[in-house]
C-alpha cells in the first residue's frame, strides 16, 4: 500500500498529473445500464492510474476512469439506482492521470525510508 503524504496527489507526484476534461451529456440510464465515453488527456498511456471526477451530483450513478488506449481515458457511468432511471444533465468529466512509473517510482522511495 501507498500512503500519499498531505498536500494534494499532484504535489505527491511532482506535478506528474496529466488532465483532461469533456463535456458530455449521456442518454437516461435504465438500472444497471451504463454508457461509455472518452476524454483526451495527453501523455496517458495504458497501465497509467485514472481517476474522475463529474461536474454534478452522480445521482447514485458509478464513474469509474480507466486509460483505454493511448492518450484517452474511457470513463463509464454505470447506473445502480434501485430500478429507477437516471437522467444526468449534461456535465463536466474531469480526469487525472497518474503515470505508472511515478507511483512505482514514489512506492520504491516510501519503502527505502
Same mark, same amino acid.
Given at each position: 500500500?501507498?500512503?500519499?503524504? !498531505? ?6 507526484? &511532482? $506535478? ?26 495527453? $501523455? ?15 445521482? #447514485? ?6 486509460? !483505454? ?11 445502480? &439506482?434501485?430500478? !429507477?432511471?437516471? #437522467? ?16 512505482? !517510482? ?8
Amino acid at each position: 500500500m501507498v500512503v500519499v503524504p !498531505s498536500g494534494s496527489i499532484h504535489q505527491a507526484f &511532482n $506535478g506528474k498529473v496529466l488532465v483532461g476534461s469533456a463535456v458530455y451529456d449521456a442518454a437516461s440510464l435504465a438500472d444497471a445500464a451504463g454508457a461509455t465515453t472518452t476524454v483526451t488527456v495527453g $501523455g496517458a498511456k495504458i497501465g497509467d492510474f485514472a481517476f474522475v471526477s463529474l461536474s454534478l451530483d452522480n445521482e #447514485d450513478t458509478l464513474a469509474t476512469a480507466y486509460v !483505454s488506449a493511448d492518450n484517452t481515458v474511457s470513463v463509464r457511468l454505470q447506473q445502480e &439506482n434501485a430500478g !429507477s432511471a437516471v #437522467d444526468l444533465a449534461s456535465l463536466t468529466i474531469r480526469v487525472g492521470v497518474v503515470p505508472r512509473v511515478f507511483v512505482e !517510482s514514489f512506492a520504491t522511495q516510501a519503502l527505502v525510508r
